[in-house]
C-alpha cells in the first residue's frame, strides 16, 4: 500500500461562483479550477475537507453518512446562489477520523441522516475542486478546540489519511483577514476593506509562499488581532499539524483578492 498527502487552502464564500460579478472572484475560482487540474494530475483519490464554517459546539464531528445530497440555503447570501449540493463520502476514511480522535480522547459524533445541512464553504470548494465528485470526508471546526487542539486533530487528520491506499488532497476551506462590509457595496468595486488587513495578508502569504515558518509562527498571534483572521487561523493549524508546515514544503498562492471586504486565497501545498 502507498499513500500520499497533498495540502490546499481555498476560499468558501459564494461569491465564487459569480465571476462575473468582480476580477477577484474570477482569478479565485480559475485558480480553484486550476487546482481541480492539479488533483487530476496527481490522482487524488479523496479529498478531505475542514471549512472553518463547519462549525460544531459539543466537541469534533465527523460525516459518515455515504451519500449527502440536498440544497443548502445560506443564513448570509441567501440571494446569491442556489446550493445544491452531493457528496460521496470515504467512509473508510470517517471511520478513521473517528477512530483517532477518540483515541486522542476528543469527543466526536458521526454524522449519519439523511437532509444534513452541509456548511457553504464546503459545498462552494467542492463545486469548484472536484468536478469529478471524487470521495469526500468532513471534519467540523470545534468552537472550542484552540489553535493547539486544531494541530492535534490536522496531525490525527494525517494519520487516518496514511492508513489509506492511494493520494488524499487535506483542503482547509477558510478566509484570511475577517473584516466585512457591514453595508450593501457594489460588486464591482468589492476591495478588501482596511489597507492594512491587505498588507497582513500579502505578509502573510509571503511567508506561506517562502515556506518560512518561523516568521508566519512568530506574525500568527499579531495577524490575528490586528486582520480579525477567520477563525484565528485554524486553517493554518489543522494543516500544520497535518504535515504541511515543515522544512522543505510551501503553501504557493495561486490567487489573492477580495470577497465583500474580506481576504481571500487560494493556496497549493508543495511537497
Known amino acids: 500500500m502507498s499513500s500520499k498527502i497533498i495540502y490546499a487552502w481555498v476560499p468558501g464564500l459564494p461569491h465564487l461562483l459569480k465571476p462575473e460579478l468582480n476580477p477577484h472572484y474570477a482569478e479565485l475560482a480559475g485558480a480553484c479550477k486550476v487546482l481541480a487540474e492539479d488533483f487530476k494530475r496527481q490522482n487524488v483519490k479523496r479529498i478531505l475537507y475542514y471549512s472553518t464554517q463547519w462549525l460544531s459546539v459539543l466537541g469534533q464531528s465527523v460525516q459518515m453518512r455515504p451519500e449527502v445530497k440536498g440544497r443548502h440555503v445560506d443564513e448570509n447570501w441567501y440571494d446569491f446562489a442556489s446550493l445544491d449540493f452531493n457528496f460521496k463520502t470515504d467512509t473508510a476514511l470517517a471511520a478513521k477520523l473517528i477512530d483517532e480522535s477518540r483515541d486522542m480522547g476528543l469527543q466526536v459524533r458521526a454524522v449519519d441522516y439523511d437532509g444534513f445541512p452541509v456548511d457553504t464553504g464546503t459545498i462552494v470548494a467542492n463545486r469548484l475542486i472536484n468536478p469529478d465528485n471524487l470521495p469526500t470526508a468532513m471534519y467540523s471546526c470545534c468552537v472550542y478546540s484552540d489553535y493547539a487542539e486544531t494541530i492535534k486533530i490536522g496531525s490525527l487528520a494525517k494519520k487516518a489519511s496514511e492508513t489509506l491506499d492511494g493520494v488524499t488532497a487535506v483542503v482547509v476551506v477558510s478566509g484570511l483577514s475577517g473584516r466585512y462590509f457591514t453595508t450593501e457595496i457594489d460588486w464591482r468595486e468589492d476591495h478588501i476593506r482596511d489597507p492594512k488587513d491587505d498588507e497582513w495578508n500579502k505578509k502573510f502569504l509571503a511567508a ?31 494543516l500544520e499539524g497535518a504535515g504541511a508546515c515543515v522544512s522543505g514544503r510551501s503553501m504557493k498562492t495561486r490567487a489573492y483578492g477580495s470577497v465583500y471586504g474580506t481576504g481571500a486565497a487560494v493556496m497549493f501545498g508543495s511537497i
Open 208 to 238: 506561506l509562499n517562502e515556506g518560512n515558518w518561523s516568521a508566519v509562527k512568530n506574525m500568527k498571534a499579531d495577524y490575528c488581532q490586528a486582520a480579525k483572521v477567520d477563525m484565528g487561523l485554524k486553517a493554518l493549524a489543522f
